[in-house]
């Protein structure tokens, strides 16, 4: 009689790295933002982004849940946010947004990643500045007609 060896299949590598990941974010220290973009007054924004020191998602897993939040007055234009990597997270707006927003973006204060609150700074805020010139008419060196 001949003895089988079970084999091991990509799902308990998978199961391990997980393992790994949870207890590296607890045993270390809580995640720290390491930047947020953007800040002050930013002309053309079509992204903002979310740094940490530490993974905070495993092996930047698209299906992690958002970490912050943001909200933009007169109205907040609509987007998505993903995980880039395990660190970073970048929320896309659909447009780019038009002049005279002003926008502030927030850790979600229940997000904990390994059970630990996120240190570091949990908020920014920026704004596209005044109104802007789309065009001049007439272009330069063009002529006026008199009449």
């Known amino acids: 009689m001949r003895a089988t060896v079970p084999r091991r299949g990509p799902g308990r590598a ?8 949870a207890g590296l974010i607890q045993a270390g220290h809580a995640a720290r933002v390491v930047d947020i973009t953007q800040r002050a007054e930013v ?4 992204q903002v982004r979310v740094q940490f020191d530490v993974a905070v998602v495993p092996l930047g897993d698209p299906r992690g849940p958002d970490p912050a939040s943001g ?3 007169p109205a907040t234009p609509a987007g998505a946010g993903r ?7 970048v ?21 904990k990643p390994g059970g630990a609150a996120v240190q570091g700074p949990t908020s920014a805020r920026f704004s596209t ?13 063009s002529e006026i007609e008199d009449d």
């Open 83 to 89: 995980w880039e990597d395990a660190r970073t997270w």
């Open 129 to 141: 500045g005044g109104p802007a010139v789309a065009q001049v008419l007439p272009w330069p060196g």
């Open 43 to 46: 002309p053309q924004v079509r």
């Open 91 to 111: 929320h896309d707006f659909r447009e780019e947004l038009p002049p005279g927003q002003r926008c502030e973006v927030r850790i979600k204060p229940d997000w």
């Open 14 to 21: 998978v199961a391990v790295a997980a393992i790994l990941w």
């Open 71 to 73: 909200s933009c007055q």
